[in-house]
C-alpha cells in the first residue's frame, strides 16, 4: 500500500477548513486514502471529521496512505499546503 509522509502546512493544522477541503478532494477520488499520525490508526480521508480527530497541527507529520499512488500524492499535496491562506 503506497505510504507518504508529509508535513501539515495549514498554520493551525488539519482543523475545520483545511479538513474539509482534504475530505471534499478524497471524496473525489476512485480510491480510498487514510490519514494517520505516526503510529496511530488511519481515518477516512473523506472524512473531515475523522482528520480534524487526529489533532494534528501545522508542522506535524502524518501519514497519508491509499491503494492508489497518484490518490495518495493529491491527498499528500493538499496536506503541505496551507489551506487556510
Not at 7 to 27: K, N, Q, T, Y
Not at 55 to 74: C, F, I, L, N, P
Amino acid at each position: 500500500m503506497p505510504t507518504k509522509s508529509v508535513v501539515v502546512g495549514s498554520s493551525s493544522g488539519l482543523h475545520a477548513r483545511p479538513a474539509s477541503l482534504i475530505a471534499e478532494a478524497a471524496d473525489e477520488l476512485d480510491s480510498d486514502v487514510t490519514i494517520a499520525v505516526p503510529g496511530g490508526e488511519g481515518v477516512d480521508a473523506a472524512s473531515a471529521l475523522m482528520i480534524m480527530t487526529l489533532g494534528a497541527g501545522a508542522g506535524d507529520t502524518v501519514e497519508v496512505s491509499g491503494d492508489d499512488q497518484a490518490d495518495v500524492d493529491r491527498i499528500a499535496e493538499l496536506v503541505t499546503q496551507d489551506l487556510d491562506a
